[in-house]
């Protein structure tokens, strides 16, 4: 994919699906929550489709020892245009450790979007790639306005520069209302930062703990608000929310349906539309 920036382009990405689901219960006791449906697709589809869209064609897909299901379902990645490359994540230490799991097949700029998350319309990452290839940060990392900080890292932003990160805060402490959605591009510089992480809460190693490491140290990390639909399919009502969304946007449930979802307009992410 040619990108604005002197011809920059971005041909590798990171899915972390190893998380075990366990809101999701007992579904994922069986099925890796990332294929859970979302209309007529796993949820991890959506994404899959949404890095092809960007012109990325190598993904690694991060996944735990036992959730043989991914890769029995997905296959190599040719039926949607990509190849997969499947990284086991030994232990579930967290998301920089899931990303830092991949790091032997990434040799260049790369984006993240985790596979357990639903975002409309698909072209959210190549836009957010696009900004990324047109600054050259460090770091670029996707956010919008979230009415519960809790849920989120929370970026202290200058401009469009980041000059802080907090995970999930409580609302006192929260430096802003601008909430990470779980999409990055990143350079390689990353894996750095994150192998001087510490782990923190249950031993976990957090991704937003490394991009405050790359802050702390003066690198450039940057942030691009992403319009649509971001739902977190993490429990069964968000699940149910996000096919809500999906099947009236697609004509199969009428405008005078319930739904309760995420969903973004002016730049604020909204719980009720």
């Known amino acids: 994919m040619q990108q604005r920036g002197g011809g920059m382009t971005v041909k590798q990405g990171i899915i972390p699906a190893a998380g075990s689901g366990t809101r999701l219960g007992p579904f994922t006791n069986a099925i890796p929550k990332e294929l859970l449906p979302v209309g007529e697709k796993a949820v991890i589809e959506h994404v899959v489709e949404a890095m092809q869209i960007a012109g990325i064609e190598n993904i690694a897909i991060v996944v735990s020892p036992h959730k043989h299901g991914l890769s029995d ?9 990509v190849h997969f490359t499947y990284v086991v994540q030994e232990e579930r230490l967290g998301l920089a450790n899931a990303v830092a799991a991949a790091e032997h097949v ?6 993240v979007v985790l596979g357990d998350n639903f ?26 306005v979230v009415e519960d900080v809790t ?59 490394a991009i405050r490491l790359q802050v702390d ?10 319009d649509g639909i971001h739902i977190d399919v993490g429990t069964p009502q968000d699940l149910m929310r996000a096919n809500q969304w999906y099947l009236r946007e697609n004509g199969y449930i009428d405008d005078s349906s319930s739904i309760h979802a995420e969903h973004q307009q002016n730049g604020t992410i909204k719980d009720n539309f």
């Not at 379902?73 to 245009?81: E, K």
């Not at 390689?188 to 992480?197: E, K, L, M, S, V």
């Not at 140290?217 to 992403?226: E, F």
């Open 106 to 111: 990434i040799d260049g700029t790369f984006a």
């Open 73 to 81: 379902y997905l296959g190599s990645g040719r039926r949607f245009g």
């Open 119 to 144: 975002f409309a319309p698909k072209t959210f990452l190549a836009d957010l790639i696009a900004y990324h290839a047109e600054h050259r940060p460090d770091t670029t990392v996707g956010v919008a």
């Open 151 to 209: 849920r989120h890292g929370i970026i202290r932003p200058d401009g469009d520069r980041i000059t802080g990160m907090v995970e999930k805060p409580r609302p006192e402490e929260a430096p802003s209302s601008l909430g990470a959605l779980g999409a990055y591009v990143f350079e390689t510089r990353i894996f750095d930062a994150i192998a001087r992480t510490r782990p923190g809460h249950k031993g976990e190693y957090q991704l937003t703990d």
């Open 217 to 226: 140290g003066g690198m450039d990390v940057r942030y691009r608000v992403i």
